[in-house]
């Protein structure tokens, strides 16, 4: 009886550790995968401050062209 109890809870301990090393191993591969992800929105954030500059000289541009054309018809 007290050997069978004693076998069970090595069993359990088995899975147990099993289980462990499992979620472990998806918490090192989630950590791996937020660092990627957030390289990545950095990268994509910086990318999206360069298209703002080239927006806001293309739109500097306009404005004088836009200005040239006005002063030139009137």
């Known amino acids: ?4 109890e004693t076998q069970n809870i090595y ?3 088995g899975r147990t550790r099993d289980q462990r090393d499992a ?3 998806d918490a090192d591969f989630m950590c791996q995968e937020a660092i990627r992800l957030m390289t990545q ?3 994509l954030n910086k990318r999206v401050e360069k298209l703002d500059d080239e927006l806001m000289l293309k739109d500097g ?3 004088i062209l836009l200005g040239v054309l006005q002063s030139s018809n009137e």
């Not at 009886?1 to 069978?4: A, I, L, N, P």
């Open 1 to 4: 009886d007290k050997e069978r």
């Open 11 to 13: 069993e359990e301990l």
């Open 23 to 25: 979620m472990k191993k």
């Open 41 to 43: 929105v950095e990268k």
């Open 61 to 63: 541009q306009l404005s």
